[in-house]
C-alpha cells in the first residue's frame, strides 16, 4: 500500500538547477523485474524537465546504469555509479557514447579477496571491468552480471587495480554477508550487502554520498537544497549527505531508520509522490 510522502520535508527543495534529487536505481525506481512504471518514468522526466538536477546514485556499474539512464531521457548531467567509486558526466556531444568517467577510484583488491576467500572458500569473486563488463573468478548466477563477463584466475585478480569486488555465494543470505564482514575482519575498505545477497567491497571512504558530494559542489547546489531516495543499505550514507532523505516502502528497518521520510514501495509508485512533491509550488 502506497503511503502518502508528506511535503513539509521539502522546505529547501524547489524546482530548478538550484537543487539536485539523487535516485537509487533498483527497488527505487525499478522494479525487481526490470520494469519502469510509465508513472514514475513521467515523474522523473518532470522534474528533469523543470531543470532540476537528477542524479541516479546506484551500485550498478556504468554500463548497467546507461540503459536506465536512456529509458529516463537523461542524457545530460551526472551519475553515481558502483556505489560511488565511479562519477560519469552525460552530454550527447560527447564522443564514443555521450558520456566520460570524471572521477574513478580504485583500490588494491588483494588484501580483501584473500581475507574473503579465507573464510568463504565456495565465494564467487567479480572486479568490475570499467565501462565494459566483469572479470570473475568462475561464472556468476545466469543474469546476475551484464555486460561482457571473462573468467580470470583469482591471482590474476588480485593483482589488477579495482573499483569494486563483488562477493557472491548462491544459498547465503544478506544476513551471512554481515556476519561474514564480521567473521573475517575486512578493514581498510568499504562495504555493503545487497538485496540480491551479494557483498560490494569499494575504496576505503566511499560511497554514494561521497560520489554525490563531488557532483554537489561542482554543480553550485546548496548542501540544503538536496534530496535522496533509496531503498538498500548502500543508500544510508547517501540519506545522512542529504537534506531530504526518503526511504522506499520495500527498505529494511536498518535503511528506514537511517532516512527521515518514508514512502511507499515500488511496487506502489512510492517515488511518485516524493517527486510530485519536488514540484508543487511553494506553500502548497
Given at each position: ?21 539523487a535516485?537509487?536505481?533498483d ?15 513521467t ?18 556499474s ?5 540503459p ?35 572521477d ?56 589488477e ?124
Amino acid at each position: 500500500m502506497s503511503v502518502s510522502f508528506e511535503p513539509v520535508a521539502l522546505t529547501e527543495i524547489t524546482p530548478g538547477p538550484s537543487s539536485l534529487v539523487a535516485l537509487d536505481i533498483d527497488g527505487t525506481i525499478l522494479h525487481h523485474d526490470g520494469r519502469i512504471s510509465e508513472e514514475v518514468r513521467t515523474a522523473v522526466r518532470r522534474v528533469a524537465g523543470s531543470g532540476t538536477h537528477v542524479v541516479l546514485s546506484t551500485g550498478r556499474s556504468t554500463h548497467a546504469t546507461l540503459p536506465v539512464l536512456a529509458e529516463l531521457g537523461l542524457d545530460t548531467g551526472w551519475a553515481v555509479c558502483s556505489n560511488g567509486a565511479v562519477v560519469v558526466r552525460l552530454d550527447p556531444q560527447i564522443s564514443g557514447g555521450g558520456y566520460e568517467f570524471t572521477d574513478v577510484v580504485t583500490f588494491d583488491p588483494g588484501p580483501s579477496l584473500r581475507l574473503l576467500r579465507e573464510h568463504l572458500p565456495e565465494g564467487i569473486f567479480a572486479v568490475e571491468d570499467l565501462g565494459r563488463g566483469y572479470a570473475v573468478t568462475s561464472e556468476f548466477p545466469i543474469g546476475e552480471l551484464s555486460g561482457v563477463v571473462r573468467v580470470i584466475d583469482f591471482e590474476q585478480m588480485c593483482a589488477e587495480p579495482a573499483v569494486r569486488v563483488t562477493v557472491r555465494a548462491p544459498g547465503l543470505q544478506s544476513q551471512d554477508f554481515h556476519d561474514l564482514v564480521a567473521r573475517s575482519g575486512l578493514h581498510g575498505v568499504s562495504y555493503a550487502v545487497g538485496w540480491t545477497a551479494w557483498l560490494d567491497i569499494a575504496p576505503d571512504g566511499i560511497s554514494k554520498a561521497s560520489g554525490l558530494e563531488l557532483v554537489r559542489e561542482r554543480l553550485g547546489v546548496a548542501a540544503e537544497a538536496t534530496l535522496a531516495a533509496g531503498d538498500g543499505q548502500n543508500d544510508i550514507e547517501m540519506f545522512g549527505w542529504a537534506a531530504v532523505s526518503v526511504a522506499m516502502g520495500g527498505a529494511d528497518e536498518t535503511t528506514r531508520a537511517a532516512a527521515r521520510w518514508h514512502t511507499g514501495p515500488v511496487e506502489a509508485d512510492g517515488l511518485v509522490p516524493v517527486l510530485d512533491a519536488v514540484l508543487r509550488e511553494p506553500g502548497h
